[in-house]
């Protein structure tokens, strides 16, 4: 059970460029990559309901393992038959591992080599997660893909403090392993059913890379990761605050040794600049909170760039939002509208904004799939980053 | 111009009860009556969109003259082709005329007999409602049922304060309806179109009668409002405070004696309970902040009776909150799932049952309605309060 190749397939490449669309195969569905996972922290993606991300056609979306685990329970989404019953969603979940959460913490946790204890957020409760509680409580959630426990090295960080926390994901990428193979050491299997998804399509284990911006460092993690033979490689500890030229660099270094044949996954990304430039990497696989946080402050992505809806010249600005959509807000409502939401406190302008911020990420996902396909991608990429930079606002 | 009696028509009467089913015609839609307006107080239904108004089949919704005036503006609106275009919404509006809101500012407002000096609560500005300004701006809005501006006195007040109330309202009804029959002396016409409405259906200006809970001053309200002959009657000044018995009181004084072949309108009200007894006693048309408010505080109306969905034995609930609902909260999600959000302060639970609320109380008016309709009402009355009663929480 250690790998399997076949739940990805590559569909297409770009000739001259790294990037590729691909089909990712999951219990819940067959994945077109590059696809891009909005988040789903508590069960939800913020202000969306399941039927909104249906109708956007998401493929996929992130849950976190952190906070489902402290709210509600793993108890409660167990008894509901999984975390895709709970919500009632029956598309893709990636669940990440809940280290990235208890590492952040750094006045309310203790490490050792056996995992973390933390103390709640919520309610102060003492809680410990290792490798084994984290895949433990990802089958118990039903995820289709789920994440080691890995420690993700803040920024900026030493070099020691880099090599560290990559040796100690490495140890926990191991014992991950070994809990996934046999998971009927702690974790109580889904019942049959929608809740466990398709019969027949495993559920994916990724590994995740680390070594901050060090290239040796990230060199030595990847290296790491793929001897262990995941089916799938997140490249884990960036878009943390580093400089944007840094992250493309290590984007770039641990794609040339990443293998060919699996999905790759950048962690926490993002911008549809970001988009562009790491699928050019041959990146796969995204998630990030960008499109409903940026909406819930008023910001915008659009065709014609990032527009701040808050902002006075909209206050009298009959034109949609984003001319080129046809999402449920720029199909009926002008920016004035959309401004005056936001101006009067109505909750609705938040919805709307993020409704249209994951649709406009969604169908770029498709548009960039499809350029790869055409063997359009450079000229795509150039004619949208122009549009896009050049005309928005800066916000 | 004074008045139209054309505008509703009674399709079926309660045998034996003064309850009646009617159509009530509007530029936007002939409306089924009885009919429960939601509020839209800022150009908005809180947390939901017009798409879910549509989807509910709701036929009026209730703005704001005194918050739309402040935000965005009367410019605003009338720029974007009136409120209806403003907010997507091609079903009837009914305007309040900002009386209620200026008269509750006691310590903001200055009252003479042209009018009420205010300030505002957004900026303090100053400005200033009169009969004819509440007139104008409710047609710049395009509102399809205009109210008169009314003095509604607080509960409770002294019989000497409610007649001062109601002699001023009668002063100012008949200015109101001067300056409805000569629009040309301040407002500025909807241009054609979608946002003026149908042609040939006339926009209605409703009397509002005062009185407080004193029967002879209530009488001397309606007597006089009639006299005025407008084309429908609210009952202003209930729901405001005083005891429940009271109030259906006042209601069932006042309807017998408004004209029969009026529509009429109980402003302020209501909770399932309150909708059944008022429509009893012939009441037409209702509106009330209660399906949203409730709802964003996580109190359901459902046919098994009142749920509070935030308490701690939903937690583990797995069926829907209404078993008898087929909207996009209970056809999907469980009472445990609902509980979730509202626990994790997701934006999507106030949503939710702001949406179920609402379809909640639409589909008890048709149920109402099909039941004058088919000579069941009181057996269907009887049948519902039980169950509603019974079964709920005491919220």
Known sequence: MKTTTRCFEIVAKCPGAKARAGLLKTPHGNIETPVFAPVGTQGSVKTLLSQDLEKLRVQLILGNTYHLYLRPGVDVIQKAGGLHRF??????????????QVFSMEQ?????????????????????????????IQFALGSDILMCFDECAPYPCTEEHARKALEQTYRWAKRCQTAFASPSAGAVPLPEGEGAGRPGEAKLLYGITQG?????????STRQLVE?????Y?????????????????????????????????????????LWEAIEQSIDQ??????????????????????????????EDLSPPDPDCDCDLCSRYSRAYLHHLFRAGELSALRLASLHNVAFLIKLMRKIRQSIIDGTFAVQKKRFLETYRNQGESI
Chains 1, 2 share one sequence.
């Open 212 to 220: 901050s911006i060090y290239s040796a460092l990230r060199t030595e």
């Open 87 to 100: 919500m009632s969603w029956n598309g893709a979940i990636l669940t990440d591992s809940g280290g990235y």
């Open 286 to 315: 995204f998630d990030c909170v960008l499109p409903t946080r940026n909406g819930r402050n008023g910001q915008l992505f659009t065709s014609v760039g990032k527009l701040n809806l808050k902002n006075a010249p909209y206050r």
């Open 108 to 136: 309310l946790r203790r490490i050792s080599e056996e995992g973390v204890e933390f103390r709640s957020h919520i309610d102060g409760s003492l809680h410990f997660l290792s490798p084994e509680k984290a895949i433990e």
């Open 234 to 274: 997140a490249i884990g500890g960036l878009s943390v605050g580093e400089p944007h030229d840094a992250m493309h660099d290590m984007v770039a270094l641990s794609t040339d040794l990443l293998p060919e044949d699996k999905p790759r996954y950048l962690m926490g990304v993002g911008t549809p600049d970001d």
């Open 228 to 232: 262990l033979d995941f089916p799938g």
